[in-house]
């Protein structure tokens, strides 16, 4: 199925992975940007329907920000990272192993390396339950 290029953000789980990267940004963007440095673009696959998104997350202007991009707007990535929506939410929140995602080809990294590595300082927290 050909991804559609009307793309609802709300509909991919991985939405909420990068509203979570919004609010880690409202908290520690700078610090982030100097740690990081670097501009990741997303091309989300598998999302609801067979669609696909395209978001980029910059950390390496002013206090770092999040965007949802058409396809053409992520050239100037450092580094591109090729993940289903389903897995996203587990690789960002430390339920799957990145090393393991990517040498099972769940994840696909195009460009920097370096700067992929880096990407374990946008590891967002698992919620805890209340009792």
């Known amino acids: 199925m050909a991804p ?3 793309v609802n953000a709300e509909e991919f789980k991985s939405a909420a992975v990068f509203d979570g990267i919004k609010e880690k940004l409202k908290q520690e963007g700078k610090q982030l940007v100097g ?3 670097a501009v990741f ?3 989300v696959t598998n999302g609801p329907g067979g669609k ?3 978001w980029v997350v910059d950390l390496k202007n002013g206090s ?3 965007d949802l991009v058409s396809n053409d707007k992520r ?3 450092d580094c591109t990272i090729i993940v289903a929506d389903s897995d996203l939410p587990e690789i960002l929140m ?3 192993n990145p090393q393991m995602a990517f040498m099972k080809g769940k994840l696909k990294i195009k460009g920097k390396m370096a700067a992929a590595f880096k990407l374990q300082n946008l590891r967002l927290r698992t919620p805890k339950a209340r009792l």
């Open 4 to 6: 559609s290029n009307d």
């Open 35 to 37: 740690k990081v440095g």
């Open 41 to 43: 673009a997303f091309h």
């Open 52 to 54: 696909e998104s395209h």
């Open 64 to 66: 770092g920000s999040v």
């Open 75 to 77: 050239s100037s990535a």
């Open 94 to 96: 430390g339920k799957m």
